[in-house]
């Protein structure tokens, strides 16, 4: 069955406006419309857990499949949030709620890095993420602006601020769906992510404890892979000269130059063909293995050699090297947990950078742990993580 909420806070001043009312009553005052507004849903998928266990068997999740108990109704959210201008915007993202479960906790799930539009959450037409659902969780995915409702606009990769704003402002849209939905979730919160997602997931569990919103209180974060000190990573990224996963070090650098309107050009940071090429290859169209087939994997032929100075010598003007510190996770106080996964055979995040993450946490909190994952690889890592999380998620729980 599909449920459709049609865009009301846009429709309500007409329907107002045209209704003879049949007594004297004053109208209600019509709310302006603010950020973590929901705007409408649809049903995107439903899965009986018997499906569940079978794809999360022949999709690697094995040890998954003892934990899969419920069947899943996956929504697809459309909701308001702000831009780098700070002007409302439509985002978008997915919500998954199991059929049969009493009271739910809630868990944010950030999704890793996507490059073509299709991959956006809202969109692929795969289970993933909300697999979580089955295990009795209310699950909440965002799209991320640059995709799904916002696709529009250039992907905020690596935006500290604004990965962590669109999320919040997701969560709080789908407490409001539960409640339309009469669904009894609680205002417990597990944060979680690889990667780009572990990178969001620990900018959010700051964020959270600075703004201390009352109706989402956190009971852990985890979080695996993630770019968390930029400058450590791309210095560790450099000292080699050739790097596998040049569509990554591309999009950041892009993404930059375009959220922030730098008034340089491309010319100056890529080098020929790609200068022409960049901006076309991550639009969307293509994968990451489809724009890595397409760039170099020697840095030098990629990128200018005064850009690739200028960020070996952690050269403080370069404005992409200013945008890197300011976007890097700071060293927070938590009355929370928070746990650390990395894969020593990552060959795309440096394990390195998460040892010195967790060991600057160590400093000042004593709820921090550090576990080495299983994984050939930094993609194939990202399951044995997410089978971590939710295994910890439930030993939390119980």
């Not at 079978?54 to 996956?74: M, Q, Y």
Request: glycine share 4%.
């Amino acid at each position: 069955m599909s449920f459709i909420l049609k865009r009301l806070f846009l429709l309500l001043p007409i329907i107002l406006f045209y209704s003879c009312s049949t007594d004297n009553s004053t109208p209600e005052p019509i709310s302006t419309p603010v950020a973590g507004d929901l705007i409408s849903y649809e049903v995107k998928n439903e899965y009986a857990a018997e499906d569940l266990k079978f794809l999360a068997s022949i999709g690697g999740f094995d040890r998954a499949v003892p934990l899969i108990k419920n069947d899943i109704t996956t929504y697809k959210v459309t909701y308001l949030t702000s831009d780098k201008y700070g002007q409302l915007i439509e985002a978008s993202g997915i919500v998954s709620f199991p059929e049969t479960a009493p009271t739910k906790d809630w868990i944010l799930l950030s999704r890793g890095t996507i490059i073509a539009s299709n991959e956006a959450p809202s969109v692929t037409n795969l289970p993933s993420y909300e697999i979580g659902a089955s295990l009795g969780y209310a699950i909440i995915v965002p799209d991320l602006i640059g995709f799904g409702d916002s696709e529009e606009i250039f992907q905020y990769y690596f935006i500290k601020d604004k990965s962590t704003e669109t999320s919040i402002n997701l969560t709080l849209a789908a407490k409001t769906l539960a409640n339309k939905l009469e669904i009894d979730t609680s205002d417990n919160y597990f944060l979680a992510g690889y990667s780009q997602g572990g990178f969001s997931s620990l900018s959010i569990a700051e964020k959270l404890l600075e703004s201390e919103i009352e109706q989402i209180n956190v009971l852990g974060c985890f979080t695996g892979a993630g770019g968390y000190n930029l400058p450590l990573v791309m210095n560790e990224i450099l000292k080699n000269e050739q790097y596998e996963s040049p569509a990554f070090l591309a999009l950041i650098v892009l993404s930059y130059y375009e959220y922030y309107d730098f008034d340089f050009e491309l010319s100056d940071i890529f080098k020929s063909p790609y200068h022409n090429t960049i901006q076309e290859l991550l639009s969307g169209k293509l994968n990451t293995p489809q724009v890595n087939n397409q760039l170099p994997k020697t840095l030098n032929t990629l990128f200018t050699n005064t850009f690739l100075t200028d960020l070996k010598n952690e050269e403080n003007s370069n404005p992409i090297y200013q945008k890197l510190q300011t976007n890097s996770v700071s060293i927070f106080e938590t009355h929370f947990p928070i746990y650390f996964y990395h894969s020593p055979f990552d060959e795309i995040i440096p394990y390195s950078s998460s040892e010195n993450i967790s060991d600057n946490f160590l400093k000042s909190n004593s709820n921090i742990f550090f576990e080495e994952i299983e994984g050939t690889s930094h993609s194939n890592a990202a399951l044995y993580m997410l089978i971590k999380s939710l295994e910890q998620i439930s030993m939390i729980n119980n």
